[in-house]
């Protein structure tokens, strides 16, 4: 499995983004795909995460009712919608795809992981 998430930029206080997770490969072996994030001297965290089959979600706390994350199953593709933008929220993004159950909110419960994309909120 093969992950490329796009979409990253620099945005305003209270301004928007949406960023793409493509997968290629063997997606049907997929059982979910994971969005994290890493702000600079800080540990990755879990932002929000997708069933590839029934669409069950789950976010962090921090972005509950800002983010909104779908998947778009006949291309692959998982969006992530960010809006109400904070400065906290500045980080390199990260999607990940998981292919068993697991633990959603941690990095050990996916097995593949794509390239950053960063995600700059200016105040």
């Known amino acids: 499995v093969q992950l490329q998430a796009s979409g990253g930029g620099l945005v305003q206080e209270g301004g928007s983004l949406r960023l793409t997770c493509a997968a290629s490969g063997r997606t049907f072996s997929i059982y979910r795909v994971g969005w994290f994030r890493q702000a600079p001297g800080k540990e990755r965290e879990f932002v929000t995460a997708?069933?590839?089959?029934?669409?069950?979600?789950y976010y962090a706390d921090s972005v509950k009712g800002r983010f909104t994350i779908s998947r778009d199953n006949a291309y692959n593709t998982v969006y992530l919608q960010m809006n109400t933008l904070k400065p906290e929220d500045t980080a390199v993004y990260y999607c990940?795809?998981?292919?068993?159950?697991?633990?959603?909110?941690?990095?050990?419960?996916?097995?593949?992981w794509g390239q950053g994309t960063q995600v700059t909120v200016s105040s």
């Open positions: 990940a795809a998981g292919l068993s159950v697991g633990v959603i909110s941690v990095s050990d419960g996916y097995d593949y």
């Open positions: 997708i069933t590839w089959s029934r669409g069950g979600i």
